[in-house]
């Protein structure tokens, strides 16, 4: 699977988001080491503490089905904006999958990032 078909599973996830506080729809698609694709978008509420990212809710998603081992993300917003996964995020990625790759739209273009270098020291069970 090209990064460019993950993007467009991504951006037909994102149309199913709920966001009517912050108006930022946000779509995700994981790709599973085994081929699997699991989508997700984001869930807004009005206690924002409940709301869920679209990246959570993919990985939530395959790891609910059973999923360990994932290979790449792809997240992108409907307004265009560049969709970096916040913190919590990333750091959820990092329980999984330290080596996967995450793939944005920036200006028109497909960027990817080693995971790594959006969270160089996420916290572990061992500490490392």
């Known amino acids: 699977m090209t990064n460019e078909e993950l993007i467009n599973h991504a951006k037909e996830a994102l149309l199913s988001a709920y966001a009517p ?3 930022f729809y ?5 790709l599973t080491k085994n081929g699997k694709i699991y989508t997700g978008c984001n869930i807004e509420n009005a206690s924002y503490g409940a ?3 679209a990246e959570r809710t993919a990985v939530f998603k395959a790891v609910s089905e059973g999923e360990r081992e994932f290979e790449r993300i792809a997240v992108v ?9 916040c913190g919590i ?3 959820v990625m990092h329980e999984f999958a330290r080596e996967m790759k995450v ?4 200006k028109g273009q497909i960027v990817e990032y080693d995971l790594k270098s959006l969270l160089p ?3 572990t069970l061992s500490g490392v």
Request: glycine share 14%; with cysteine; aromatic share 10%.
């Open 21 to 23: 506080y912050s108006g």
């Open 26 to 30: 946000v779509g995700a698609a994981l």
């Open 51 to 53: 709301t869920n990212c």
């Open 77 to 85: 917003a409907k307004d265009g904006t560049t969709a970096y996964p």
């Open 89 to 91: 995020c990333l750091q």
């Open 103 to 106: 793939i944005l739209e920036h």
């Open 121 to 123: 020291a996420g916290f």
